[in-house]
């Protein structure tokens, strides 16, 4: 008759179950792993109430393409609209002020970067209130990339 062999460890228990439970200690510690990276992202973004990250995604592109598509009056539009998209989520943060220029002095407490953002804000100011004020291409990129960066910052885009 055959005779059943069954390797063992040094500890009596079949290799099979070593391997087995080996491999299962290495899954959990993995997954351990991502759940901490995981809580850690969620834990750095701010909360934001009233709006959602993929609405401001969604609103940036829209931004970015009504610069690319309707001239001299789409920059301008963008200019404003990306002006009020930072305005709206420093809101949705709850930063306190009742203007994006005090928001702004406030979050650059916190997120120190925001501070390049200002020069955008300035431009979307000027253009609001000189009727002349003309508006270039390269203007209008550099501002939108300042708001661009400003919602990353903030961790919202």
């Not at 008759?1 to 099979?16: A, H, K, R």
């Amino acid at each position: 008759m055959y005779e059943e062999v069954v390797y063992t460890g040094s500890t009596g228990t079949p290799v099979g179950w070593i391997v087995f439970w080996t491999i299962i200690g290495i899954a959990v510690v993995i997954g351990l792993a991502f759940l901490v990276r995981w809580i850690k992202k969620q834990m750095s973004r701010p909360e934001m109430m009233g709006m959602s990250r993929e609405e401001v995604t969604e609103r940036w592109q829209e931004i970015r393409n009504v610069s690319l598509q309707s001239g001299q009056m789409g920059m301008k539009m963008a200019l404003m609209e990306a002006d009020k998209l930072l305005d709206s989520a420093l809101k949705s943060m709850m930063m306190p002020g009742d203007t994006l220029g005090e928001r702004l002095k406030t979050a650059c407490y916190k997120y120190p970067k925001l501070r390049e953002v200002w020069w955008a804000h300035k431009l979307r100011n000027q253009l609001v209130h000189e009727h002349d004020f003309r508006l270039s291409d390269r203007e209008t990129r550099r501002a939108l990339d300042e708001f661009e960066r400003a919602l990353k910052t903030l961790k919202i885009l």
